[in-house]
C-alpha cells in the first residue's frame, strides 16, 4: 500500500521560508501525480500544488503562485514544496496525497492516498 511521510513542517515568521518534503514508498506504479492540499482550522482542504511524475507538469492555486515551487526527486520518490515568502493566511496542515495517474490534480477527491499531514504557522 501507498505510504506518504510528510516532513518539515513548523512556525516562521511571515515574509519567512520553509520547504516541506513528501517521501513515498510501497507503489509500483510508474506515472502517478502527488500533490500538496492544507487544510486550516474551520476552513475545507484546499489543493496548494501538484507535479506529475511522467512529465513534470505542475499545478499551483493562485494564492501561491510565484511564492511556492514544487519539485521532486523521482530516484527518490520524495516531493518537495518550498514556500517563501509566507503569510499568517498560509497557517495550516499540510498534506500531501497521491493519485497513480500523472495527471495533475487540484481536487481532495482525485487522490487515493494521504498522509498524516505537518503543521505550518506563520507568525505576524
Known amino acids: 500500500e501507498v505510504q506518504l511521510v510528510e516532513s518539515g513542517g513548523g512556525l516562521v515568521q511571515a515574509g519567512g521560508s520553509l520547504r516541506l518534503s513528501c517521501a513515498a514508498s510501497g507503489f509500483t506504479f510508474d506515472d502517478y501525480a502527488i500533490g500538496w492540499f492544507r487544510q486550516a482550522p474551520g476552513k475545507e482542504r484546499e489543493g496548494v500544488s501538484c507535479?506529475?511524475?511522467?512529465?513534470?507538469?505542475?499545478y499551483y492555486a493562485d494564492s501561491v503562485k510565484g511564492r511556492f515551487t514544487i519539485s521532486s526527486d523521482n530516484a527518490k520518490n520524495t516531493v518537495y514544496l518550498q514556500m517563501n515568502s509566507l503569510k499568517p493566511e498560509d497557517t495550516a496542515v499540510y498534506y500531501c496525497a497521491f493519485r497513480p495517474w500523472a495527471v495533475v490534480a487540484a481536487k481532495a477527491g482525485e487522490y487515493d492516498y494521504w498522509g498524516q499531514g505537518t503543521q505550518v504557522t506563520v507568525s505576524s
Open positions: 507535479i506529475s511524475s511522467s512529465d513534470g507538469s505542475t
